[in-house]
């Protein structure tokens, strides 16, 4: 059974910093890829970045602008999103998830796996 865990989040007020991490507890594909997904209230759930495990290929939302970086520690099966300079629009649930090759890293539907979610608040 593949599990999927988020930790890191909180409450921070704006400007400053979170480090989330997810644990996979192992890889189901061959060649897999993480990525981290956000949903605020009352809105759809949204790409936040990816990582290709083996290539280490990283592809990030639009909305980031270089405030969060993503990156991985293949040790533990970990990877984890530094989230920078946050601001109160950066508050949401953010979810972690496992997919393979198939598909761009910010497809959610390619994800088969997911964790429950962290909360990240921001306040202003």
């Known amino acids: 059974q593949v599990q999927v865990e988020e930790f890191g989040g909180g409450s921070v007020q704006a400007g400053g910093s979170l480090r989330l991490s997810c644990t996979v507890s192992?890889?189901?594909?061959?060649?897999?890829?993480v990525g981290w997904f956000r949903q605020a209230t009352g809105k759809e759930r949204q790409a936040v970045a990816g990582?290709?495990?083996?290539?280490?290929?990283?592809g990030y939302g639009d909305f980031v602008k270089g405030r969060f970086t993503i990156s991985q520690e293949n040790a533990k099966n970990t990877v984890y999103l530094q989230l920078n300079n946050l601001r109160p629009e950066d508050t949401a649930i953010y979810y972690c998830a496992v997919k393979g090759l198939s598909g761009p890293w910010y497809e959610e539907d390619k994800y088969g796996y997911w964790g429950q979610g962290t909360q990240v608040t921001v306040s202003s």
């Open positions: 990582i290709y495990i083996h290539s280490g290929s990283i």
């Open positions: 192992e890889y189901p594909y061959t060649k897999p890829c």
